[in-house]
């Protein structure tokens, strides 16, 4: 089982900046794939940024160029660096993990951007 805890969400206002991260633990040995999805009021949950066997990244179109997603090994953390933030970046963001075959999910943390 693989448990997942993020952090670092919060209120901010629109072109500021926020840096989420997710923790995880328990037999976390050989996930294959680490990131972050977000839920709007009203919308489907949707993938941020997802970083697959340590070196593949994919972002989605909304925020390339303004988030970074990262992974520590060592510290069984991934993090997202959110700049530029937008209003309709407000969302419950989620962390994920997946190893074959299951999906973890983190409890979700949010994020206001609002003046």
């Known amino acids: 089982q693989v448990q997942l805890v993020e952090s670092g969400g919060g209120l901010v206002q629109p072109g500021g900046s926020l840096r989420l991260s997710c923790a995880a633990s328990g037999s976390i040995f050989s996930i294959n794939s680490m990131g972050w999805y977000r839920q709007a009021p009203g919308k489907e949950r949707e993938l941020v940024a997802l970083v697959t066997d340590g070196t593949i990244i994919t972002y989605a179109d909304s925020v390339k160029g303004r988030f970074t997603v990262s992974r520590d090994n060592t510290k069984k953390t991934v993090y997202l660096q959110m700049n530029s933030l937008k209003p309709e970046d407000t969302a419950v963001y989620y962390c994920?993990?997946?190893?074959?075959?299951?999906?973890?999910w983190g409890q979700g943390t949010q994020v206001t951007v609002s003046s």
């Open positions: 994920y993990g997946y190893r074959y075959p299951s999906h973890y």
